[in-house]
Structures are given as C-alpha cells and as structure tokens.
C-alpha cells in the first residue's frame, strides 16, 4: 500500500480545508486509515481515523464537531471547518494493519505530509 496526501494550502481562522489521502494497493476492510498532524519540537498527534470496511470513525477531542473524515474506493477525505490558528501543522495520513490504535508508532505505512496554515 502507498499513501499520498494533498490538499494543504494557506487559510484564515474560521476557513475551511478538505485534505486528501490517495491510497494505491489493497486496503483490507479491517484496516484503518488515521490523519495526524505534527508542528516543529512536537510529537506527531492523532487527529481523526476511519476503519475501511464498517467506515467507523474516531476524533481527537481537539477537532471533534470541526473535522469530518470520510473516503470513497480509493481516497480518505479530512474535512476541516472553522480552522483555527493552533491547527497548523503539516499533515499525514497513515495505514494501520492492526486494531485502532492513536499512537503514531502503530501506523505501518506513511504518505508524505501536507501542510495546513491557518492565518489569525
């Protein structure tokens, strides 16, 4: 599996984004697909995820009510509404093979992140 994210870009507080994560290779219906976000000196967070089959989704508390993840056959969405300044970060999405899990060691396989800029 490779995953390659998009859709980052400059936004003011208040704006919207919606990035996405092109998946190429089989997806199993067990597997999850988790967005996460990393700024300089800090760890990288969980942010939202979603489980290919049953499409069950999970948030960190920090974006829920904002952030909708989503996918069709072969692409997960992160739509970001009313963004605010502490929400810039640059952007991953990742592949779990195992249960849910929130920690960034867990994930198997990585795209290249997006950055997400959030102007006050």
């Known amino acids: 599996v490779q995953l390659q994210a998009s859709g980052g870009g400059l936004v003011q507080a208040g704006g919207s984004l919606r990035l996405s994560c092109a998946a190429s290779g089989r997806i199993f219906s067990s597997h999850v697909i988790g967005w996460f976000r990393q700024t300089p000196g800090k760890e990288r967070e969980f942010v939202a995820a979603?489980?290919?089959?049953?499409?069950n989704t999970y948030y960190a508390d920090s974006v829920k009510g904002r952030f909708t993840i989503s996918r069709d056959s072969t692409t997960v969405y992160l739509q970001m509404n009313s963004l605010k300044p502490e929400d810039t970060a640059v952007y991953y999405c990742?592949?779990?093979?195992?249960?849910?899990?929130?920690?960034?060691?867990?994930?198997?396989?990585w795209g290249q992140g997006t950055l997400v800029t959030v102007s006050s």
């Open positions: 990742a592949l779990d093979r195992s249960p849910l899990s929130y920690s960034p060691g867990d994930y198997d396989v």
């Open positions: 979603i489980r290919w089959g049953v499409r």
